[in-house]
C-alpha cells in the first residue's frame, strides 16, 4: 500500500470516529481545515485525501492533525501495514517503519516534563501577577504621598513659627 494511502485511510477513520460530530462530513472536515490552510479543502479534495490520491504539505499534516484532535504521528501510523511503498517504489517493512518511530526522548517522560513546566508557568504567571498588584498598591501610596507633601511641608513651616 502507498504512504498516501495509508495516512487517507487514518484520515478517514479518524473523521468517522469524531465524537464532537455525529460523523463529520468530507465538506465539514474541508470547511474545518480552511481557518489552518487559509482556504477551505472541496469535498473532492478530501475524498482524493482518504483515497490516497494526493500527497500532502508538512501544513496540510499539522492541520489534519489538529482539526481531526489528534497528532501527527498518529497521522503517519504507518505499523498497520506489513509494507508501505514509498513515491520512489521502495518499500519499507513493518520492522523499517517501526525504527522510525523510536525516539530518543520517552514520550510519556517528555509529557510529565511539559506538564511540569506548564505549573511552572502558571505558578510564575501568579507570582507576576502578585507582585504586580503590589507594586501598583506602592504606586499609589507614593503618588498619595507626595501630593501630601505641600501640606506637610507647610504645617512643619507653620509649627516652627509657633
Known amino acids: 500500500m502507498r504512504v498516501e494511502e495509508v495516512i487517507g485511510q487514518r484520515i478517514q477513520e479518524l473523521r468517522k470516529a469524531r465524537s464532537s460530530d ?16 487559509g482556504k477551505p479543502w472541496s469535498r473532492q479534495a478530501v475524498s482524493a485525501a482518504e483515497a490516497g490520491k494526493r500527497a500532502f504539505t508538512a501544513a496540510e499534516v499539522v492541520a489534519l492533525a489538529s482539526v481531526l484532535e489528534t497528532t501527527v504521528d498518529d497521522l503517519f501510523d504507518l505499523r498497520r501495514q506489513g509494507e508501505v511503498t514509498m513515491p520512489s517504489g521502495a518499500s519499507l517493512q513493518t520492522v523499517d517503519l517501526e525504527k522510525l518511530r523510536q525516539s530518543a526522548v520517552d514520550n510519556d517522560q517528555l509529557r510529565d516534563v511539559l506538564a511540569k513546566v506548564a505549573v511552572l508557568l502558571r505558578e510564575s504567571t501568579l507570582a507576576s501577577d502578585r ?14 504621598a507626595q501630593s501630601m507633601l505641600p501640606d506637610i511641608l507647610r504645617y512643619l513651616e507653620s509649627e516652627g513659627e509657633a
Open 22 to 37: 455525529k460523523e463529520m462530513t468530507q465538506e465539514r472536515l474541508g470547511a474545518l481545515l480552511a481557518p489552518l490552510l
Open 131 to 144: 507582585i504586580m498588584h503590589q507594586a501598583a498598591l506602592a504606586s499609589d501610596v507614593a503618588r498619595h
